[in-house]
């Protein structure tokens, strides 16, 4: 008699979100990847079956700018508990960024990153190169992993002279040659470095005073400044959180190989939240203006914004509370709260399902080459089940990353992820991680 043949895992009862819209079937996965889509009378008989009772099966979601930290920052963050915040928030993928300590600007750096961050992530993890001093290691870099590169223009964390446009025009054309796309932190360093330096010597230490030194127009003249680098070499730049919506204009005016991001907090917060919350609040590039978030929002919805990346940048409490304005560590956690936000604006009719799933899975696949973020037959079964009828508040104690705090904090929600799976395996679970460290595997952009 025929052995039968069994399917690692059935997931049934699901509404899967299919082609822009909703089927009601099951999933069957086999060698970590999606075997059958059907309804349960055509589904294999699988060794372990999973009742999602009608909830709804997204795409495992990506987010393209996490700061993981680890390495001499760990107190902050590490690459399991930053993993496992991301796996909790409904993500089965980050791309780390490299402003870690030390930095990921050599490649034997990147790939002592990756030898650490193996045995210890449980999602999917990638990671950003900064450029390297010596041109030649770039292509190294690329070789030992690099998903991407990424150039802090306000605080640079290399000896790259990111001032200097001869120096941009070369990186980006090799960058451009390994077909890799290269993401701006777009500041004008050296202008906000001088002002702050000024604000602090005469004792301009508030949270206004960060707003002065980080205004909008900073931020708009360093857009406007690499779209005309990125137009003379045809690379594709890739410009980080995007707070000021007047940068989109400049944007505009090369999409076809420019990509950008926004985060919650720019389409969701405004500096209003400062006097709330206080320094908590702080981040590069600070928040803005209703109108401002008002205009982000429309741009993120008209696709003028391509993705939203949540900028994880955790630090420990004392780093983010000090009267000193100037002492204080910009950035806040994010894996965890963006997917109930925006299932919130799903919920709320503000945005489609097609939409939430294009920024958070799809478009940042597609502009980093993952080669994930769609639900279908033979692709990886990274997948996020979400309860869109839960209602309740964020709680950042509960959150699994380090940092234990959020502006977001107290807000009522609707919509959480309940499940997440990667590569077939489920590694959150009600509340709980369920798998291993080291469970996750590490993506390189030369292999895929
Ligand atoms: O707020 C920020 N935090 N902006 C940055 O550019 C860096 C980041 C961090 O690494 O903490
Ligand atoms: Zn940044
Ligand atoms: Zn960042």
Redesign the pocket.
Known sequence: MKKLQLVDLNLINAKIFLKNEFIEAGISIEANRINKIAKLPNMPKASKTIDVNGNIVLPGLIDVHV?LRDLKLSYKEDFNTGTCAAAAGGFTTVLD?P?TQPPTNTPERLKKKIQRAKNRVIVNVGFYAAFPKQFKQIVEMYRNGAIAFKV?L??PITELDVNCDDVLLKVFKCAKQLNRPVAV?AEEGEIVQRIEEDLRKSGKSSLNHHLKAHSIKREVNAVQRVVKLAKQTGSHIHF??ISAASSIRHIKKLKQHITCETTPHHIFLTKDVLRKCGSIA????PLRSRLNTTRLWHALNDEWIDILAS?H???ALQEKTNENIWEV????PGLETTLPLMLTQVNNGRMSWGRLTQILATKPAEIFQLNRGFIKTGSVADLVIVDVNQEYKIDSSKFYSKAKYSPFDGRKVKGKPIKTFVSGCLVYDSGEIVSEPGSGTILTGSSH
């Not at 702080?282 to 590039?285: G, K």
Request: aromatic share 10%.
């Open positions: 700061h960024m402003n802090f306000y605080h932190h980080c959180h702080l981040m590069n590039p900028d940048a955790p630090h560590s910009p950035g806040i």
